[in-house]
């Protein structure tokens, strides 16, 4: 028999444990689940399971972004037949995307704690108020994100190309559609029909919003402090929404955002200069519940966008979540957090400027560079 090396006992160590807890979730849900229960389904014991995840919560995230990744196995493989240009307009874009979301609702025999699993649904999961905070921070970003895919659309009607208008609002009001949808199918299912809320959310591409962003704390951001730091970056960083490699080194912004400060990154987004990176970067101070939730819903949605928009629709945005902060330290972010609001400008290889506080990703991104040789 071939000696497993210790590596590869932990992967098959925490593959029994998730499919045990999958079982046990399904059966009883998230509420009525044992700890015990799944160590024994897994014929662990319940300092292995421990050993791996330090809660039920952990677990239970690591369970549905299992199922995501599953469910999209590789984040850099685009679905066949997806084409090398966005949809033509937002209303198809919005129509297809809701198609692709609603996909998660429950099944007609699906059990309740099953159907919940297959909804990725956090009611009971997430309630306690600092869960709650980082929620609402991602959901802004998830709007930033389907947001930037509707504003790479043509117009509406083919009106004259333009700039792009802002539809962050838009997006957060499909996101909210979408979510009753998904709350009203856990709490009332069967009720309603997907295909009139795709519909649905096809139609709000008409609506004028007056969409702008102009966040009113920006006049009075302090100005990045310039600096001509070495900058050995970190290898290895991988882009969440693409799945391919991140060069920290580009010409660009890093923005440094805790998961409680996330809709800064439309800061990182709208004031980056034209031709550099904006690289948004995420920290937590706890990796296994609160990072693993950042993750998931990252996953969740990026598995949906890849569906309707080409690969290169987010470009230049780089999104890295960072576990172990590596990223902060070695832009010396000790201790990097939750409440993290930092970024630096890269330029011609070295740190040009640096930023901390609320506006910080503003800060650097206009912050002026020494293009001299140093």
Known sequence: MVRLTRAQQQARTRAAVLA????????????SAKVD????????????????????????????????EKAAPAASRWAPGVPDAPPADAAEALGAFARAWLERLPLVDDTAAGGRLHLRSLVGVVDDEPGRTVLAQVARLEALLLGLGLEACGPPGGESAGPPARRVRLAELALTLLGGA??????????????????ACAHLAGLDLADTWAPSHLPYVTPAAPCRDPWSPPEGAVDHLTGDPVDLGADGLVAVLGARRLGAAEE??????RGDQATVVVVTGDPAETGALVRLRVADLAACLRRVFPPRT????????????????????????????AAVRVHAGVLAARAQGRGAAYAAATAATDHSPR
């Open 37 to 68: 229960r799944i160590a024994e389904r897994a014929e662990l014991t319940r300092g292995a399971v421990y050993s791996n995840f330090p809660g039920k919560r952990a677990l239970y995230l690591a369970v549905l972004a299992d199922l995501v």
């Open 20 to 31: 045990a807890a999958r079982e046990e979730f399904v059966e009883y849900g998230y509420a």
């Open 268 to 273: 990182a987004v709208r004031a980056a200069r």
């Open 182 to 199: 998904g709350f009203l199918a856990e709490t009332a299912p069967g009720f309603g029909d997907p295909f009139d809320r795709a519909r």
């Open 314 to 341: 987010w470009r230049p945005l780089r999104l890295v979540v960072d576990d172990t902060a590596g990223v902060a330290a070695a832009l010396g972010l000790p201790g990097a957090d939750d409440d993290t609001e």
